[in-house]
């Protein structure tokens, strides 16, 4: 099904499928729309916008039961910040980048502060059905980041502090949770990208995954297994946003073959 949210302008704020199962697999920042009545205050430009949001982290969500697309772009609302943070025009919240102008209107921001509210009550009712069909609910947020900084012809970020999958497990309970995330890594590494094998990682560049996942974990706790994975963009130019199809494929088959050990894992748990 499609939850479109209240407000019809332009596309949905996000798409939902739930089917039956254990997974939820989301990619909130996906999205790249902003609604109309935003668009005049914007002070950055389209291909600027391109190369800070997630491009792409859709692609592989039809491995989950139930999965959450994104659809407008996280400077109109980051799904991942508290909603006080979720739209900012202080270039300090924004890796430097002037976003909004600054007379970003009141209205406007209390209407990206309605979304986030209702994307958060959304996913409670949804983990909350999933947990008690389940008994518990593993959730995979798919990100992505930039490695080449400074200009298309930049050297790259050094690889020993950008790891090609970094997985974020700040909220995990490795108690509960510490075999299936080693079992979803290992999978996740066991394709190689490009005829090369990938560097999958466990908490290199974040001290957390960001607000949905610390949302989750407080809400939840272990009945929530949160992995966050952030894909360096070696799957895309990240200055001129062209694909790399057959990097993506790759990765692809890497995350099936990570998510199929997970769900062994769970259901040897039943």
Not at 46 to 61: H, K, Q, S
Not at 148 to 177: F, M, V
Not at 217 to 223: C, D, E, I, N, V
Not at 229 to 246: P, V
Request: glycine content about 8%; aromatic content about 8%.
């Amino acid at each position: 099904m499609t939850d479109t949210g209240a407000d019809q302008a332009c596309s949905p704020p996000w798409d939902l499928l739930v089917t039956d199962g254990p997974v939820l697999v989301t990619a909130i920042h996906a999205g790249h729309t902003i609604r109309p009545s935003l668009q005049p205050y914007l002070a950055l430009d389209e291909a600027g916008r391109l190369r800070e949001e997630d491009p792409l982290t859709d692609y592989f969500l039809p491995a989950g039961d139930t999965v959450l697309r994104a659809n407008r772009s996280r400077f109109e609302c980051d799904l991942n910040r508290p909603v006080e943070r979720c739209i900012t025009s202080d270039p300090a919240e924004t890796w430097g980048v002037r976003v909004w102008n600054d007379n970003l209107p009141r209205a406007e921001i209390e209407a990206s502060r309605a979304l986030h509210r209702h994307f958060y009550t959304l996913m409670a009712e949804r983990v909350k059905a999933m947990i008690a069909a389940h008994g518990e609910v593993l959730v995979l947020d798919l990100h992505s980041y930039n490695h080449r900084r400074g200009s298309p012809n930049a050297r790259l970020a050094p690889q020993s502090g950008n790891p090609d999958i970094d997985l974020g497990a700040t909220t995990l309970d490795h108690e509960a949770h510490g075999g299936l995330l080693a079992a979803f890594a290992e999978g996740l590494a066991s394709r190689p990208v490009r005829d090369a094998m990938p560097d999958v990682r466990v908490n290199v560049r974040w001290k957390d995954g960001g607000n949905f996942p610390e949302w989750l974990h407080a809400t939840f706790g272990a009945k929530a297994c949160v992995i966050t994975l952030e894909y360096k963009k070696i799957f895309m130019d990240e200055w001129s946003g062209k694909a790399d199809i057959l990097a993506l494929q790759d990765l692809r088959e890497g995350f099936h073959a990570g998510l199929a050990r997970a769900r062994d894992w769970l259901a040897a748990r039943t």
